[in-house]
């Protein structure tokens, strides 16, 4: 038997069921690759998120901004929601472009694409999941387009309609009898 490499996750509080069923399905497939994650569960995990106990978390961030910057607040340098202290000088200089200049569609683009090959190049922040989503709406209603963040029932609010509905009528509960 090969020695395995030792591996200290940090993922959340004990009775998060859905990531602890994510940690035993990893600690698995790790183990077949020769790597021992360690995985307890700790209550005030949050706290510990820039602790050097770690090699490794499972942190969500649920993006309710559907802006350019939004990744600004994760992964710049000086950003207080880069809780893990990942710091790379180009990215922060193609972040600060992205936050500061009026760039072209085509220069937005590029720049984006490029920052973002420089997190996954660095496989810091990679994803695991989506969380999935169900929408239903009434048939009535018109321009319905689901978006990418967590609100995406309603990222496109404004062009909603709904025959004989006023504005954000759309968003009031009907009364129940």
Do not use: H
């Not at 709406?137 to 967590?150: D, H, T, V």
């Amino acid at each position: 038997v090969n020695p395995q490499a030792k591996v200290n996750l940090l993922w959340g509080t004990p009775t998060n069921s859905r990531r602890q069923a994510i940690v035993q399905l990893a600690k698995i497939s790790l183990a077949r690759a020769g790597f021992d994650l360690i995985a307890p569960g700790v209550t005030a995990w949050s706290t510990q998120l820039s602790s050097s106990n770690y090699d490794a978390s499972i942190f969500a961030w649920a993006r309710t901004d559907g802006s350019v910057e939004r990744n600004l607040e994760y992964y710049s340098t000086e950003s207080a929601n880069n809780r893990m202290g990942y710091s790379d000088r180009n990215l922060d200089t193609f972040l600060s472009t992205i936050q500061n200049t009026n760039l072209s569609e085509s220069s937005l683009f590029d720049t984006i694409t490029r920052a973002e090959d420089l997190i996954y190049n660095n496989s810091w922040s990679v994803p695991l999941f989506q969380t999935p989503a169900a929408f239903a709406a009434n048939s009535s209603l018109g321009n319905f387009k689901p978006g990418s963040n967590s609100l995406s029932a309603i990222c496109n609010y404004w062009e909603l309609t709904l025959p004989g509905a006023k504005p954000f009528e759309l968003f009031v509960a009907a009364p129940t009898s």
